[in-house]
């Protein structure tokens, strides 16, 4: 497991280090306490190869030279995940908050919650709000129920808008009280807050598939499920292909006959509109912008920004900041 795998596991890893640092040292233990779907065991080894935490014969072990390295990484990457921020990198919706715009919170609130209607992930990792951050109302004098309600909310929203949006209902409502059932069993705020982000996850990855169904093959699906996972990292065919479980020619003869686009340019359309993204709604710089989508270089960055986009990041990006600085 690379760092970025590590990192794009936030929520667990935090989870992990609060657990390590309050008692549950053990592998058995820690496994326990996260959800069956986290994948626990590689996180533990990939953090301990890393040198962010040691081992002391069965028990786990914060690195503390080290775990200050590992909490500015998080910082940094959940700027992509969570927006939140890096030095530079400021998600658009904090800086309304504290400008107390209150319609540009609701707008961007509404923009969310059609994110996830429209299966579009990394749209929803963009605008992705932290529980419990700046902003949300104080519902209970108790931290850990405080959370639970507002997340409890988070749920009935997204069992509403993804009804409407097409999800059948028995299947929305039975996904809305598995993820509450968990909530009222959760025992710590960093569980809350792992259920947060796995719930969105969830309930977008199944809009995505529901609109994808009827027009691809499993198989496109499962690329396209991949590209979308490692649009952060460099993605080459045979990866894909090692994905799938099929050959890279003949991935490349069905991809082109369904999305009518080779694998490679499908790759490079999807990180442009993370880009887009990235451009509208932070201060990000774009050398940062084409290291974090994994370009090879910042200048062929802009020359593929350029033939997506008609423009280059920095005119796209005033451009955008021209048409929404009266709306």
């Not at 996260?34 to 996180?43: C, G, K, N, W």
């Not at 598939?209 to 499962?222: E, F, G, I, W, Y």
């Not at 490079?268 to 709604?281: G, M, V």
Request: proline residues 3%; neutral net charge; hydrophobic residues 40%.
């Amino acid at each position: 497991m690379e760092l970025k795998e590590i990192l794009s596991h936030a929520e667990a890893v935090q989870f992990l280090l609060y657990s390590i640092q309050h008692g549950k040292q053990t592998r058995t233990a820690l496994k326990k306490a996260l959800p069956e779907d986290v994948p626990t065991d590689a996180l533990l080894d990939a953090m301990t190869d890393f040198g962010f935490l040691c081992r002391d014969g069965k028990q786990f072990r914060l690195n503390q030279e080290r775990l200050e390295q590992l909490r500015q990484f998080l910082q940094l990457y959940t700027a992509v995940q969570n927006q939140t921020a890096e030095q530079d990198f400021t998600h658009f919706l904090t800086a309304q908050r504290e400008q107390e715009i209150p319609h540009a919170m609701l707008g961007t609130e509404l923009a969310f919650f059609e994110s996830v209607v429209s299966g579009n992930s990394d749209t929803v990792h963009l605008l992705y709000s932290p529980l419990g951050g700046k902003g949300y109302g104080k519902l209970s004098e108790d931290p850990l129920r405080n959370l639970k309600y507002h997340l409890i909310i988070t749920i009935s929203m997204l069992t509403r808008y993804c009804i409407q949006g097409g999800m059948p209902q028995e299947e929305a409502f039975s996904l809305s009280d598995l993820y509450i059932q968990r909530t009222d069993a959760a025992k710590s705020e960093p569980q809350i807050r792992v259920l947060h982000y796995q719930v969105i996850q969830d309930f977008t990855g199944k809009m995505r598939r529901l609109q994808d169904t009827a027009q691809h093959s499993p198989l496109v699906l499962k690329a396209m499920d991949y590209i979308s996972i490692h649009l952060h990292s460099r993605i080459f065919l045979q990866d894909v292909a090692d994905a799938t479980a099929v050959s890279a020619p003949h991935l490349s003869r069905q991809f082109q006959k369904e999305m009518h686009v080779s694998i490679s340019e499908y790759i490079a359309i999807k990180k442009i509109e993370a880009a887009k993204n990235l451009l509208q709604y932070t201060q990000q710089p774009a050398s940062a912008i084409s290291s974090l989508l994994s370009f090879s270089s910042q200048s062929y960055f802009i020359k593929v920004f350029q033939k997506y986009v008609g423009m280059t990041p920095k005119e796209y990006r005033r451009q955008f900041q021209n048409s929404t600085r009266f709306s």
